[in-house]
Nanobody, 120 residues
Framework: QVQLVESGGGLVQAGGSLRLSCAAS????????MEWYRQPPGKQRELVAG???????NYLDSVKGRFTISRDNAKKTAYLQMNSLKLEDTAVYFC??????????????WGQGTQVTVSS
């Protein structure tokens, strides 16, 4: 059973920083794309940042220059470093990964979400 477990959320003042982690566990052959999404209160889920297995990244325009996505393939973990946090960054953050199993099939997995609250 493959699982994604997020950690690192919490309450932070505007201008502060947080680092989210997403660790994959289970029987995994390889991990393709890993992404972070967020869902602000009353709004739809949106893609915040993504990183391919080769390290190519992409970002939501509103977080460019403030957030950095990275991954450690040996640890099967993705990170989201969030700096200069703003009130509008408040959301539940979800990790997503496309994972290849030992049967060579690819599956999509989601973490349970971690709350990030930015206060003034």
């Amino acid at each position: 059973q493959v699982q994604l477990v997020e950690s690192g959320g919490g309450l932070v003042q505007a201008g502060g920083s947080l680092r989210l982690s997403c660790a994959a566990s289970g029987i995994i052959s390889s991990i393709n794309t890993m992404e972070w999404y967020r869902q602000p209160p009353g709004k739809q889920r949106e893609l915040v940042a993504g990183i391919t297995s080769g390290g190519t990244t992409n970002y939501l325009d509103s977080v460019k220059g403030r957030f950095t996505i990275s991954r450690d393939n040996a640890k099967k973990t993705a990170y989201l470093q969030m700096n200069s946090l703003k009130l509008e960054d408040t959301a539940v953050y979800f990790c997503y990964a496309n994972i290849r199993s030992t049967s060579r099939r690819q599956y999509d997995y989601w973490g349970q979400g971690t709350q990030v609250t930015v206060s003034s």
